[in-house]
């Protein structure tokens, strides 16, 4: 498990280098989503900003921020759920994956999981043949995670 510390400091080296600036209520907002660990909505983030930080950011600018994390691929948007979550694999060294995330219904739980591109081109294929237009390429999956399923057995 990385820190979150560590995954502040790795946004922070990668967007120096793309040129981007990641400033104070961008690197905020990052670290409130690293730190809630669940998806938010960006109200919650305006909650949670607002608590934490003992400021008030507009929806408008959280949105705006989001924006930003989601471009920089910092963070992503579950479009089934309208939510935002930090990206698992910001402190990785490895190539960042067309995420797939599985979502747990029962405690919205989320595991980011990179597809090959192999599977993503089979994917997209199947897809063009039926002459449907993608408007994003990331999967969503719903169910139920592990633990939940364990608690579910013993009722
Ligand atoms: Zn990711
Ligand atoms: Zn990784
Ligand atoms: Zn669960």
Redesign the pocket.
Known sequence: MKTITQSINKAQTECNHLGIRLTDKRRNVLQLLLEAGEPLSAYDVVDRYKSSKGETLSAMSAYRMLDFLLQAQLAHKLETTNQYLACSHIACEHEHRIPQFLI??????VTELGLHQRLVDELKSSISDTGFVLASQQLELHG?????QTKQEKG
């Open positions: 747990c219904d029962k405690c919205h739980n139920l995670c592990n633990n939940c």
